[in-house]
């Protein structure tokens, strides 16, 4: 039976949110809430003593950065690298004899790549625990995490609400992992809006249906009055094959402060960001825009991860 208990977390690494239970998700952001009350210097206690890896082979910003703050506020040391073209990859290396390697050298993993399943393989390789901080198209877990907390402090719950996905709902690894995640939850209406060359995945929604009410749309305005939340996202030019392909959907959903005539009280807008040109910078002072608080609730989520898999112990 998969982590039904409410007070232990069930995994020894972070690779998929299909493999967390709803007790694991809430686990993780009942420690995070703790993380935000617990003094600095009890905090540094943590990993006091204990290596993090950080190994980041495709760009990053929030995430390599709240990762290494958050190591550096549990007391932990951090090693590792921000880019593929400093490592031994370039002399022909292996990115699994490279975890096997680092996992000498470090307690926990934490590792960010282009390949859609190398972190389920790093898993596999790596005595240590193993972070997944986005793999290619797949999946971004601590994303989630975030968005799931940071939802839970907007809302005061997760259960019941409705949430639109636009944009990138094929290539975008933080629909993927969250749509996962809210079919966890009850009572969710989940509302996807993408064009026809960059909607979600069909095995995704079979994954997820009947947990969750799906709508497909290409129409923002169709069902945007529905939603409690909008979580936009980039249309990610460097994942499309084909840059004419990307030329014809760069811009097909730009959301404006306009944009809130038209939704209900309380309605918010989140985005994992970096953003291009899908949100106006005329919405970032609105009450709906929650995009910037939402990237803060990073540290918190990343150091409660840290903090439980410190003391993780794998087979
Ligand atoms: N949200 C997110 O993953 O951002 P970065 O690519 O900057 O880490």
């Not at 299909?18 to 935000?36: H, N, Q, T």
């Not at 960010?112 to 190398?118: F, K, S």
């Not at 939402?294 to 989520?301: D, E, H, L, R, Y």
């Amino acid at each position: 039976m998969k982590g039904k208990n409410p007070d232990k977390f069930s995994l020894t690494d972070v690779v998929s949110i299909a493999d967390f239970s709803r007790a694991d998700i809430e686990f993780v952001l009942r420690r995070a809430a703790e993380m935000e009350k617990t003094p600095q210097s009890k905090k540094e206690k943590i990993l006091h003593g204990k290596t993090v890896a950080s190994l980041f082979f495709e760009p990053s910003t929030r995430t390599r950065l709240s990762f290494e703050t958050a190591i550096q506020n549990l007391g932990g040391k951090v090693i590792g690298f921000p880019e593929a073209e400093v490592t031994s990859g370039q002399k022909g290396e292996t990115t699994s004899d490279a975890i096997r390697i680092i996992a000498n050298y470090a307690d926990i993993i934490v590792m960010r790549h282009y390949i859609e399943g190398a972190a389920r393989r790093a898993a596999e390789i790596s005595s240590k625990p193993i972070i997944n901080a986005g793999d290619g198209s797949n999946q971004h877990p601590t994303q989630t995490l975030l968005d799931l907390y940071t939802i839970k402090k907007e809302f005061g719950k997760i259960d019941g609400l409705s949430i639109g996905m636009v944009g990138d709902l094929k290539y975008g690894r933080t629909v993927h992992s969250l749509a996962y995640a809210l079919a966890l939850f009850k009572e969710i209406k989940l509302y996807l809006i993408a064009p026809d060359s960059l909607k979600m995945p069909r095995h995704i929604i079979e994954d997820i249906k009947g947990r969750v009410a799906v709508h497909e749309t290409s129409d923002l305005n169709k069902f945007l009055p529905e939603v409690d939340i909008l979580y936009a996202t980039r249309i990610q030019k460097e994942r499309f094959p084909d840059a004419v392909e990307y030329e014809k959907v760069k811009n097909v959903y730009i959301i404006r402060k306009k944009t809130l005539q038209n939704t209900k009280k309380g309605f918010r807008i989140m985005h994992p960001l970096p953003r291009v040109n899908e949100i106006s910078t005329d919405l970032d002072d609105t009450e709906a825009a929650i995009y910037f608080k939402q990237a803060a609730n990073g540290i918190p989520i990343r150091e409660a991860i840290l903090s439980i898999l410190a003391g993780a112990k794998k087979k």
